[in-house]
């Protein structure tokens, strides 16, 4: 199956060297490009875009708010976002995240890389940097807030509790089957159906309920 990309940054000169990566690839074709969030969701919608590459600060509309329309939007709901900027390491991994991001990159990745994340992304998981993800949990731990009124883990099994919150410490599938005694197999249906009940679209937006519902704590050993 070919993975539909479009490329969303004010830079020409930054899309280019996007298209020349990943159009190099037999399973990835370039589908558009957009100067700005508004023209991002509205090829989105058009191109019937699977993945769109987006950067953060852009002119007008920038790509928080684009990544949120996208989210939002029920025609659109397949479409996953890939954010990558300069900016790793602040707020804006956690806007990115609860405006709906499925991968969130630093822009001096390599292309191998980038083609890696496109495809995670691409086949419903979620794509953290390490400095992405040492943000995130850098903002948990200062701006600790509570689960949104609209989340309860009442829905969750124990075994569905136990799955998410080694989610939430950045275990794999086959990590977690191994630490649970399962096969991976397993260990992934666990984790679907915990993001089914909690309305989450992947396992990036299931770290950040974990955390903010108080189920992981930052700081806290697996």
Do not use: C, W
Request: glycine share 8%; aromatic share 2%.
């Amino acid at each position: 199956m070919t993975i539909r990309v479009l490329l969303a940054d004010d830079q020409a000169l930054i899309r280019a060297g996007y298209r020349m990566i990943l159009d190099s690839e037999p399973d990835i074709e370039i589908v558009g490009e957009a100067v700005d969030g508004r023209e991002a969701v509205d090829l989105a919608r058009s191109q019937r875009a699977d993945i769109v590459l987006m950067d953060i600060r852009m002119p007008g509309v920038d790509g928080i708010e684009a990544t949120r329309r996208i989210a939002a939007d029920d025609d659109l709901a397949g479409v996953r976002i890939l954010v990558l900027t300069t900016f790793e390491n602040d707020d804006n991994v956690m806007l990115a995240l609860r405006a709906g991001a499925s991968g969130f990159l630093g822009k001096g990745v390599g292309p191998d890389e980038l083609i890696t994340a496109v495809r995670v992304v691409a086949s419903g998981d979620a794509m953290l940097s390490p400095k992405a993800t040492r943000g995130l949990l850098s903002h948990l731990r200062s701006q600790p807030e509570a689960a949104p009124a609209s989340v309860s883990l009442d829905v969750l099994t124990d075994r569905e509790r136990e799955v998410v919150v080694l989610v939430a410490h950045g275990l794999s599938n086959d990590d977690i089957g191994e630490h649970l005694f399962l096969s991976p197999l397993t260990a992934k249906t666990h984790v679907n159906r915990a993001m089914t009940k909690l309305g989450v679209r992947d396992r990036a937006q299931l770290v950040v309920v974990a955390y903010q519902s108080g189920l992981v704590r930052p700081g806290t050993a697996q």
